[in-house]
Each structure stands twice: as C-alpha cells, then as structure tokens.
C-alpha cells in the first residue's frame, strides 16, 4: 500500500470507484479508566467526542484483560445512553401504596435530609436496626467501613448467594480461592479442568488463558452438567449430574491415594498432612490436634523418634502413622486419617459412577490424566527463591495441573465442602502457586484462615452513636466467635455467624426480606439497598418476595413489615419500584471509583494491581455517586473515622477520602503513588497527588513481582517479607494448608455436645453441627434433594448468565438485547423426544414451591436429567426503560419463583435457609422440577406481572428506530 | 495485497466481542450508523456486520458445540459486486476489500440475494446496503499507533481467535498459520473464492496414563514406610 498525501490526517484511500475517509480526530479525546459491566473490571480506552462515547476498546497495557475486551465491555456505549437511567431522587408519592411504582421527585438536599434524620434516630438508639447491604458491589472495602462506622453488624454485599463457598472453602484450606483470590498459571498449564460455570468471573483473563493453553498443545476439561459457553471449546466435556462434583473429586482422591499418588515433599512441608490429630471418640477435645503447652500443633519427628512442635524447622514429620501422646491419648496424622477416608470403597469410581452420572472408566483416566501431567511433564524453572526456613532453592518446580471453579460448584448447599475437595486434590497433587498451577493473587496468601473476626461484642453492637470495634464481616475459627446473643440468638439479621450458619463469611443477603419480614430475629427500621435487584432476579422466590416487600405490619397498621426502604441505583431495576427513597446513582463512566487491594482487587498472580475510574463524561442529569453520598453521609452523622477532633468533616468529598484515609499507617485505599511525593509503592504516606498519578498511568497501578517472589508464596521468605510489610499478611511466616479443619471440628464438637465453650440448644443445629462441619471434605446430597421426592421431582434445574450478559446490570443494554432477548428452557435432545416434547413446546416447570410456564428448547449439550435457563432475561414489563410489550417480559422468564429461600419445612423443625449449611451460600443450583407439556392455547409466560409505572420524567414513548452515532457530516463518505 | 481474516474456530467460545466491538466501531464509521430497529421493544434487531451462529455437532454425550463467527468473506469473485446494477458494490484493487459506495446505493438487494454467507445488511432507515469493511477505515489511518491499525473485531477478541492480514504474502501470520493449521475457505464448492478462512478444531493429542503410582497402597497403609522429608 502506498500513501502519498502529505497531510496524513486527510488521507483519502483512492481507488476505482470512491474515496474512504478516515476519521476526524481534531475533536476526539483519548482517556482511559476501568470497566464496570461486570465483575472482570479491566481497563478500558475510551475515546470521546464532545461529551459522547466513540469508542471503548481494551486497554492494552492493563494487566487484567491486555488489550482485548469482551461483549459487555464494547456494549458500554449503550449502557451510558440506557432509557432506563434514573435523573433525580424519587420519594415514593403520599398516599401511595409501596410497589405501585408512584414517585414524586425530590431535591438531594430533602433526600439526604430524610435519610440523615432516620439513620440518626436508628444510630442514636439500636444501630442493628439499619441493614445495608450490596449488590454487584465493588467497594465492599468503603461499604464495610461505613457500616462499620455507623454500627451495625447488618452489612453484607451479595457474596452469600454468590460466592462465599469458593471464597470460604479457599481461605480455610489453601489460604487463597478461586473466585477472585487465584487464578490459573496459563503461560506453563498442561491440563486444565473447569468445574462448573465459570463465565462469571475474570472473564477475559480466562479466555485469553484458554486460547493459550491450547496454543500450547494443553488439555482443556470440562466438568458441567451443560456444554455451553467456554465448555464450547474443551476438548473433553464430563456432563456430571448437579451437585455431585465433590463426590466426583473424592473418587479422584481415591484413585490418586490408592496408587500412593501424591507429592510427599509438598504436602510435608507445606500442609497440615503430618499434624497429629487427637483420636478420643465422644470425648471432649476428639479431633483437634495435639498441642504442646504454648499451644503449637505437633508431628512425629522420624529422626528424633518424639513429638516436636510442627512449624520448627529441620524437622522430620512422619506423613502417616499412629501414636500416643505423652498423656496417653491415641493420635493420628491427618494423611492417615485422610487416606482411611478416602481409600473407602464408598468413594471408588465404579461406586460413584452412577450418582456423579460420569463412567469409572472416565473417573479414572481423569485422575490418571491430572497425575501423569502433574509428576511426569513437571515444569522446572531456574528461578532462585528463599524458603521461609532460610533455605535456597535454584529452581521452581511446578505441577502444570490448573483448575478453576465458580458457580457450579458454588451454587449447592454442598459446596463448601465440594469446593474443600477439589483443594484436596490440588493439594496431593502438589498443584498450588507454582508454575502451570493455580496461583494466588496479591493480597492472597493469607493466614488460614484470614485473621479477621467479625464483630461478635453485644454491648458493643448495642451501644449506640458507636462504630464497631471490628467490621461486621470474617471468619470465625470457633463457637465462641460466633455473633450471638447469651441464649443463642442471631445477632444479625441474615443470622450470619449464628448456630445455623456458622461460617457465612459473605452474610446471607437472600435471607434479609424475608427474615426482616418475619421479624425473625427481630424487626428492623430500613433497609438500605445499593445496586442489587432483590425484587426480581437477584432474590430466591421473586413473587413472594415482592408480597414480602408490601407486607403491613398488623400491629401498626400504617406501616410496612419493612418500615423503610431505601434503593440506590443508576437504573430503573423492578427494585426501584419497592423504594420508599430512590437515590440515583452514576454510571461508571461518570465517577470516581477504586478497585482496593483492601477490597476485591485486580491483582494477577504476577502483579499487585489496582484501580481507578475517574469522571469523563459530564453529568446530565440530578444524579450522584453513592461513593459521594456515603461520604457526604459519614459526615453528617459524624462517624469517627470521618469527622475531625472538633466536629468538623474530616473529607471534603470522596476522592479526597481516598487520597487521605488511612486504614494503618501509610495504607490506604490505593496502593500506587504513595509517599509524599508519589515515590512509593504499596505503602507509603498519602500523597496528595495521587489521582493524578493514576490518571496520567492509564487509571491502574501494578508492582510486578520479581521472579524470585512469584511462587510457593505461601512459604516464599521474600515475598512473605513483603507482605508482612504492607500488611498484606501480619508477620512473615509460612501459610500452612489446612487440609484438615481443626476450626471445624470445634464446631462439630459443639453440636455433639462435647465442646469446652459455647453450644447450641437446639437438636437441629446441634444436628447440622455434628453432620456438616467434618474437618475433611465430605459429600453429601444437597439439602432440598433430601426433602423432595425425586420421583415426582425427576430433573436438576439449573440457570446461568450468558458470557455476554454475565454479572452485566445491561439486561436493558439495546445492543446485547439484539443477542439474546428471550431465554428459554433448555433440555437434552433425546430425553424430550422420550417425553414427547419439541423445541418451541409451552411447558409447565413446576417445583415444591411453585410453578412456572415457560417455552423449551432442545440441545444435545445438556445432561440428560437436567434443565437450565439463562436468568435474569426475563423482565418485569416497564422496567429498565423497556416498552412493557419487551419479549423479556411477555416471552422471557425467571426460574427464580420455583427456587425457595428455605428448606421444605419438616416437622419439628423451625424454617431453614436453603443455603450451604456451613457458609450460607445461596443453594440456587439444587433445585429440582417437574416438567409436563402446557396445554393448547397455554402460551405466554408465567407467573404474569404488572407493568412497572414509568417513573415522573419518562413518558414512556420509546423510540421504534436508533441511530446512534458520532460521525459527524464531516467524516461521512464524500 | 488481498486482506482478510483468519478466524480460529478451535478457541472460539462465542462470546460476541467481536461482534459488539464491530457494531461499535461501525455505528460511528464510513457508513454509519448501523441503525437498530425496535431497541426497546418485541423484537430488537439491527444492523451488524458481523454475527455469531453456533451449532452442536454429534450426539450426546458426544456433542460438540462450534461457534461460528460469519462475516463479509471478501471473495476474490465476488457475484454481490457482478450483480450490483448501480456500481455501488465493489471489491478494491489494492487489497481486495469488498465495499458499497452508501452513494450509489439504491437498495436494491442483488447483492444480498447474490452472497451465499448472508454477509449484506440493508439498512432500512438510509435505504442502503452495509457490509464488513474490514475496518478500512481504521487499517489505514495514519493518526492511530501501529498496533492498533486492525479491524475492531480483531482488536477485541478475548481468545484471540481472530487475525487479520495479507493472505497474498506467504510470509504473513495469517498464511503461515493457514498453512499449520490447515485453515480452509467456507463453502469453497461455490466458487467465490473467499478471501477469508477458518481454522480447524485441533485434535488432543492423548495423555499417557501407563506406569502411574503402584496399585494397592490401601493394603500398603497399615505399615506404610514414610519417606524422610525435611522440613
């Protein structure tokens, strides 16, 4: 090709037949800033034109998504010029019912006057009576402040029915997790096994990693009942039966152990595998380890032929063998228990074959496959590190099995355990923070599990005007850190920490209308809700939940079981339409915004990182950053941390709040650019500055590990240096991996009543204790599955977001919608045929708690006991700017309203949450349905809505036609 | 030069970033705007250039789901330009890009009927026809950094799953890994010769699962003998 104009800038392409001009950049602006359609947040280059969006492409320097950007993120552009974009705060009208979507507009100054006076009266007399909770939140590090501040253990984002099996399994067992803690080592990986959904997060780093694997010649498996998106590329697809992934694990264990398949060095030197476990059955003190006087576990020291203390160094630990501790007491290593356990012929792969639905013959090579490359194609790097004992390594030796997992196995009341399981097998394959393994992400590693309890002080959590001591949230490693009350009753309205959910370390945010409703532990004043729709997709039970919402109190007539409901969101969500005080929210591209290591960071196993988003385009409408109006907030009720000696505001505004705030010295909000004069790196002095810097850097920070501190961190002598340093860890000293749970069995000893401390009253939770908290992973079925007829109820009924609409707040969004508009029902192939169904078909899917009608379609990929929809497509008629007549409303539809957010009641027993009975976790995926064939002329779907008013500056008119474009006449074709 | 695309159907998982980003940057390209009809209603549809078509191949359990990206193939023989009765539809000498001058456009839809892979789109609102241009207007403008002179699809693509380059030059990335991958033309039988390609499903090649571990350590455990590790 040959230029030959000398103004490059006016270029005309000449050919034959007409000339293509290239853009007019004269009054284009490049910024750059982070991406928030989903929960992947990398960066983004915008390129702007007189205050409208041209183009948004991927940064290419970032280090979470490098350069390229998925659906979503291109999508952006309609997400800034959605319909349904809130303009002003909106009190619901006088007189008006709640939920009849009848708003008058206010001013900001009378919204937060209305707010500040509530929250002042509930702070100035029982604080526990504000619940603030968050949806696709990701400044949980802000929101746990505030309520922290403010005094009510009642915070939580929306990680209980998101993720906090995966997070919890984790950080009690490796000291990271999947979710957002680790991820694949994707440059040296051989084998990589998915289990379950995992579209949902680091979207574009797993995609971009998968291609390289297979570039690389590696090999791609997938474990999902449903062969749709990534597993669209897998070059083996294992269709499991729902929920019984950790069953499959354990027979994956069974093979490894039955061969003596396990890497002896790793599990010596970096797990709890040779600590000596008491072995008392029914006595008191049964199951923890063997301690010595300061309280350090001990092992069998081979060379010394005695128990020494089982962190010193230069010891010999036996891997297995039974002993007698000094006072006589039988002990026994955790391998030996471990390899007794799953040895078991209960978990041998022709006897689980037929409940996981997957072949012993493909149980097997799966776990021959996993050791093969594991022990035989081993990576060796010459990189020099410094083991936590002193010692000098030349070489990295890495275990090139990687393995990510999410909702799949996140979603079931068995899941923590499941998730436990997988660990374990990562565990004995030596597979952990090496090369080609699954690596942590800066902060992680941490203590097992993380040194933070959460607040469990009832004098303090009662006092009022008075901040907590500790946040509301953690994780508990005994009775007695629970958040109870002397008899036994939940402290927190979700019931989180309490006896019938011990560990739920995300809260439970799909327990809160309900139990606020029941008054159950109590009744709360408001209900403060930032961007999560937990009156449509985002609760369990969606009809029942909006009736919960616009329930009165029968002892005070004039008011709502729910007295106060306050919504913060960008859009018109069918929440929205429950508040009672609408504040409106930015868009991304509109505000200041940090992703924190203090938070859920965008740290990559090679590099520290965060973020920022800055303003870049001008408001044009009444609205205001929640971040903003915390702040503003804090302020007027005087928090501590945010109010001066003599009263005054102590921050101006947020981004000031960021730059100064200081959680320890020298450690803030952001990691980049500290130090008076931006000179330092994760820890320094704030730096006036330092929004600045990170503007001028494309809005991201990353401290690059050197080579030396990039693996086996959890025992990595210079790295732990550092993070002991910067407060990533509190002193550096090796993470042992806790295979097995002493914290759990202290739990358990509670329910079995010999426990030195606190223990629970009643049979059922002295039952689920006993039951579920085994210091091993175990399997069991899911809980709903225990009490529904699996006869009646014969198929798993699952959901799961598209990649192009995954963790996206976009349902509205006018161009993905162009993708995907109506979601059906869908099921296997050959087992429709038997039931004498067809795609297109009308069917009735009805569940234990209700039913729905809904249009199926047929496929191969889908396991065939199995049914799944995408969620959230189905709409309320006139929500997110939508016309009413939206196939997202008419034709789509939510499988929500089968799903309850409690167990199917029993006799004898008070109502349950249906979620994992150790964490909490929302058990969406343990559904079970009956399907029968609508009758003729049955069509449409079903449960059918109102429409949604639209709101007092909206007309309703929608156009028939868009043409959204920056091309100006001057560009166009001449 | 004859420019196109190579698009790798291996790593291709369907996520439509290709086709967000192509609908993006077009909607404010040389023939913008790609106009969407009924945005908020029954039935949403557009204008895109690009569009993603799946399909499951075998029977369970042995199915496998192929994602299809389908765009203007710039044919070396292209009938859409033959038939075109205004001149409008042309394929560029210098390197093979087949465009519709939005000028001389009157709608006619010859072309569309005349291209065997659906790549035309008539826009109903200016009454033209709209197709893949590769991006031609990014490719060759001088103001963009080097890196960043491609088409926006390839630009975007999370698995990488997409190139673009001189399919004339033996020596380009996209020949050379037509030629390893055995990358192919879509229905070459009809004889247009489409300048773009697509690469096979990569076979795995079969993990060895002999001489792993000894058999039996069940029996072995009561008197295992521990390997003397230090710690």
Known sequence: MRFWCANPKLIPIFNMNAIVKIENHDNQEIKFTTCYMCACRCGIKVTLEENKVRFIQGNRNHPTNQGVLCAKGSAGIMKQYSAAKLRKPLMRKPGAERGTGEFVEIEWDQALDILTERLSEIRSTNPSKLAFFTGRDQMQALTGLWAQQFGTPNWAAHGGFCSVNMAAAGLYSIGFSFWEFGAPDWDYAKYFIMWGVAEDHSSNPIKIGLEKLKRHGGKFVSVNPVRTGYSAIADEWIPIKPGMDGLLALSVVHVLLSRELFDWEFLIRYTNSAWLVVDTPGQKGHGLFLRDEQGNPLVWDMEKAGFVNALDKDITPALFGDYVAPDGRPVRTVMTLTAERYLDERYAPENVAQECGVSAETIERMALEMAHVAFKETVELDIQWTDSWGRQHDKVIGRPVAMYAMRGIAAHSNGFHACRAVHLIQIMLGALDGPGNFRARAPYPKPIPPHQLPENNIDIINAPNTPLSKTPLGFPTRPEDLVIDKQGNPLRIDKAYSWEIPIASHGLMHMVITNATNHDPYPIDTLLLFMSNMAWNSTMNTKNVQDMLREKDPAKPDQHKIPFLVVVDAFHSEMVNFADLVLPDTTYLERHDTISLLDRPISEPDAAADAIRYPLLKLDRDVRPWQEVMVELAGRLKFPAFTNADGTRKFKDYPDFIVNYERAPGIGFLAGWRGKNGEKSLKGEPNPKQWEKYIENESFFAHHWPDSQKYNRFANKEYLDIAADVGFVGKSEPITMQIYSEPLQKFRLAGQGLYDGPQPNNPVDRERLAKYFDPLPMWYKPLEQERVDGEEYPFFALTQRPMLMYHSWDSQNVWLRQILAQNYMYMNRGQATRMGLKDFDWIWVESHNGKIRCQMRTMEGTQENTVWTWNAIGKQGGAWGLKPEASEAKSGFLLNHLISELLPAKKGERRITNSDPVTGQAAWFDLRVKITKAAEGEVGSWPEFPAIKPLPWDDGERPDVLRYSTRTDDDKQS | ?231
């Not at chain 2, 773009?196 to 795995?204: E, G, Q, S």
């Not at chain 2, 792993?212 to 029996?219: A, D, H, P, R, Y």
């Open chain 2, 1 to 231: 030069m004859r420019l196109g695309l190579v698009i790798d159907l291996d790593v291709c998982v369907g996520c439509h970033a290709c086709a967000i980003a192509c609908k993006e940057w077009n909607a404010s390209g040389t023939t913008a705007p790609l106009t969407d009809y009924q945005p908020y209603g029954a039935k949403p549809s557009g204008v895109w250039f690009n569009r993603i078509r799946s399909y499951e191949v075998g029977e369970y359990p042995h199915n496998k789901t192929i994602n299809f990206p389908m765009s203007c193939m710039h044919c070396e023989d292209a009938d859409c330009v033959t038939v075109c009765p205004t001149g409008a539809s042309y394929k560029r000498a210098e390197d093979g890009i087949v465009l519709v001058d939005q000028t001389k456009c009157m709608g006619c839809n010859y072309c569309s009927w005349a291209c065997p892979y659906g790549a035309r789109e008539l826009d109903r609102e200016s009454g033209t026809m709209k197709k893949c241009t590769l991006c031609i207007d990014r490719i060759y403008d001088t103001f963009m950094p080097v890196e960043e002179r491609q088409p926006a699809c390839v630009l975007t693509c999370p698995a990488h799953a997409r190139m673009f380059g001189d399919m004339d030059d033996a020596n380009s990335a996209v020949s050379v890994v037509i030629r390893e991958r055995g990358g192919y033309q879509l229905m070459p039988e009809l004889g247009y010769n489409p300048t773009n390609h697509y690469l096979p499903v990569r076979k795995a090649t079969p993990i060895s699962t002999e001489n792993l571990g000894k058999l039996g350590f069940k029996g072995r455990l009561k008197g295992v003998v521990n390997k003397v590790v230090k710690r």
